[in-house]
């Protein structure tokens, strides 16, 4: 069995940085995508940045250039570097590992953006 532990979130002015881990216990072997999805009231989960497996990384849109994704494959554990914060980055940040046939999520870590 597979657990995420996301820590890192909490609130952060406009303009701020933080910085999410997500340490995972269990098997997670190196053919595992790992990555970080964002979910904000009201809305759908959204992929924010992902490290597949093979090493290529994924970004939304609207973090590109601000948010840095990256993996310590030895740990079994992402990092989310967020920069220049937004009101609307707002939401609870989930890590996620997968395979072709396993999904495992993290209970998710809130990161507030407001001044």
């Known amino acids: 069995q597979v657990q995420l532990v996301e820590s890192g979130g909490g609130l952060v002015q406009p303009g701020g940085s933080l910085r999410l881990s997500c340490a995972a216990s269990g098997s997670i072997f190196r053919g595992y995508s790992m990555g970080w999805y964002r979910q904000a009231p009201g809305k759908q989960r959204e992929l924010v940045a992902s490290?597949?497996?093979?090493?290529?990384?994924n970004y939304a849109d609207s973090v590109k250039g601000r948010f840095t994704i990256s993996r310590d494959r030895v740990k079994g554990t992402v990092y989310l570097q967020m920069n220049s914060l937004k009101p609307e980055d707002t939401a609870v940040y989930f890590c996620?590992?997968?395979?072709?046939?396993?999904?495992?999520w993290g209970q998710g870590t809130q990161v507030t953006v407001s001044s």
């Open positions: 996620n590992a997968e395979d072709a046939l396993h999904v495992y």
């Open positions: 490290h597949i497996s093979d090493g290529a990384v």
